[in-house]
């Protein structure tokens, strides 16, 4: 039998992170030490109280059947963080439950966009917001993120044109794979630029908690007239080191989120029950932990850049998330050949720029999933190397 896929099955090739394995696994093979800095999985532990909620769940034969619904005590318990955490008024209606924001990110087209529709992403961004709307068909218009503008979009640089087409736009600070931060002049613009357009904000609000220089994070919701053209997705994966839990939130306008729950109804029955009483738990239980898993990821970013910035790999500290955006040293011209380099000569495994977009080329990035002692000792590695010298 001849099977024939669709054009867009077919338009998809091998994610980075599964070359990137790839080469991991050959290098472990051969015996050598891999630092391995390319995916975003905490290496902290999930919070006792976490872990204790979820198995007292687990035990109750009632909580294996469908969810159906999201759990009114998991939906007052947003309600209750956002104020407390961010100032904002929440509605349960507000709020609803999703698989991860990757995937939420992933459907969210569904509701927008017919084919063809445009829809604004990052260059260079996180691969699934075009991913998804690329499956529904949608076209996906890149706006540029330089250094020199703090990898924050110029609104006036985007065509009057292509504005007035879009359907909505994505936006994620703190920004992975850049690691910046947006001011409240930046989220004043952003609205201003929605409702001229009227253009849908979607904001991806993973990184909240982990921003540096004792700065604290916000919510897109906190400003005015945010929920007349947007919607938040808040994840408890990074926070409280949920990640393979997956539950995160779609949160703001009202008529958005109901759309979004009606969709989804025809895809799933809900969030595990146990997943749902876990994050209960994250919510309203003791947040010492968050502050101090901040207070480590920003040791680590300065252990990393700065040692790096010592052996002669000019490399600016982060701003926030549990990333470094690095750019590649001057002897080099293609982020994926020294990637590639990197790893063979190093055993230092790095995402290439490319992999977010083409304004990714001249980057690495770098996960900080490593103590701060272990990650001097990957810096040191890679002086040894030669990989530096010119």
Same mark, same amino acid.
């Given at each position: 039998?001849? =099977?024939?896929?669709?054009?867009?099955?077919?338009?998809?090739?091998? +994610?980075?992170?599964? %070359?990137?394995?790839?080469?991991?696994? @050959?290098?472990?093979?051969?015996?050598?030490?891999?630092?391995?800095?390319?995916?975003?999985?905490?290496?902290?532990?999930?919070?006792?109280?976490? @872990?204790?909620?979820?198995?007292?769940?687990?035990?109750?034969?009632?909580?294996?059947?469908?969810?159906?619904?999201?759990?009114?005590?998991?939906?007052?318990?947003?309600?209750?963080?956002?104020?407390?955490?961010?100032?904002?008024?929440?509605?349960?209606?507000?709020?609803?439950?999703?698989?991860?924001?990757?995937?939420?990110?992933?459907?969210?087209?569904?509701?927008?966009?017919?084919?063809?529709?445009? %829809?604004?992403?990052?260059?260079?961004?996180?691969?699934?917001? +075009?991913?998804?709307?690329?499956?529904?068909?949608?076209?996906?218009?890149?706006?540029?993120?330089?250094?020199?503008?703090?990898?924050?979009?110029?609104?006036?640089?985007?065509?009057?044109?292509?504005?007035?087409?879009?359907?909505?736009?994505?936006?994620?600070?703190?920004?992975?794979?850049?690691?910046?931060?947006?001011?409240?002049?930046?989220?004043?613009?952003?609205?201003?630029?929605?409702?001229?357009?009227?253009?849908?904000?979607?904001?991806?609000?993973?990184?909240?908690?982990?921003?540096?220089?004792?700065?604290?994070?916000?919510?897109?919701?906190?400003? /005015?007239?945010?929920?007349? !053209?947007? =919607?938040?997705?808040?994840?408890?994966?990074?926070?409280?080191?949920?990640?393979?839990?997956?539950?995160?939130?779609?949160?703001?306008?009202?008529?958005? =989120?109901?759309?979004?729950?009606?969709?989804?109804?025809?895809?799933?029955?809900?969030?595990?029950?146990? %997943?749902?009483?876990?994050? !209960?738990?994250?919510?309203?239980?003791?947040?010492?932990?968050?502050?101090?898993?901040? @207070?480590?990821?920003?040791?680590?970013?300065?252990?990393?850049?700065?040692?790096? @910035?010592? =052996?002669?790999?000019?490399?600016?500290?982060?701003?926030?998330?549990?990333?470094?955006?690095?750019?590649?040293?001057?002897?080099?011209?293609?982020? /994926?050949?020294?990637?590639?380099?990197?790893?063979?000569?190093?055993?230092?495994?790095? %995402?290439?720029?490319?992999?977010?977009?083409?304004?990714?080329?001249?980057?690495?990035?770098?996960?900080?999933?490593?103590?701060?002692?272990?990650?001097?000792?990957?810096?040191?590695?890679?002086?040894?190397?030669?990989?530096?010298?010119?």
């Amino acid at each position: 039998m001849e =099977i024939q896929f669709s054009k867009r099955a077919e338009e998809i090739g091998e +994610g980075i992170f599964s %070359v990137l394995n790839g080469k991991k696994e @050959r290098l472990i093979r051969e015996g050598r030490e891999v630092f391995n800095f390319s995916v975003g999985t905490p290496d902290f532990q999930t919070p006792e109280h976490i @872990r204790k909620a979820m198995e007292q769940a687990c035990q109750d034969p009632e909580n294996y059947k469908y969810a159906l619904t999201d759990r009114a005590e998991m939906l007052d318990a947003v309600r209750d963080f956002y104020q407390k955490r961010f100032g904002v008024k929440l509605q349960r209606e507000q709020i609803m439950s999703l698989y991860g924001s990757q995937e939420g990110m992933a459907h969210i087209a569904l509701m927008f966009c017919d084919p063809g529709d445009v %829809v604004l992403v990052p260059n260079p961004g996180y691969p699934v917001f +075009g991913m998804g709307p690329k499956l529904m068909g949608a076209r996906c218009v890149g706006y540029p993120l330089y250094a020199k503008n703090n990898f924050l979009p110029d609104f006036d640089d985007i065509e009057e044109e292509t504005a007035k087409a879009a359907k909505f736009m994505i936006l994620s600070y703190p920004a992975n794979p850049v690691c910046s931060v947006a001011d409240d002049a930046f989220y004043e613009k952003a609205i201003a630029f929605a409702k001229k357009y009227q253009v849908v904000l979607l904001h991806d609000n993973a990184y909240a908690d982990i921003l540096y220089g004792g700065k604290t994070g916000k919510s897109f919701l906190s400003y /005015e007239g945010a929920f007349d !053209v947007g =919607i938040e997705f808040y994840s408890l994966s990074k926070s409280y080191n949920m990640t393979g839990m997956r539950i995160s939130f779609a949160i703001g306008n009202e008529k958005m =989120i109901q759309t979004f729950k009606k969709i989804r109804s025809q895809i799933d029955y809900g969030i595990f029950l146990p %997943v749902q009483y876990a994050a !209960v738990a994250a919510l309203t239980g003791p947040q010492d932990s968050v502050t101090e898993q901040c @207070r480590l990821y920003e040791e680590r970013c300065r252990a990393l850049c700065g040692g790096l @910035r010592e =052996i002669g790999w000019e490399v600016p500290d982060g701003q926030g998330t549990m990333f470094v955006w690095a750019p590649i040293p001057t002897n080099y011209t293609s982020s /994926e050949k020294f990637a590639m380099d990197l790893a063979d000569k190093a055993g230092v495994i790095v %995402v290439p720029g490319t992999a977010f977009g083409s304004l990714g080329e001249g980057y690495v990035r770098m996960a900080l999933v490593y103590p701060a002692e272990e990650i001097k000792r990957a810096v040191k590695v890679i002086k040894e190397c030669g990989i530096l010298e010119a």
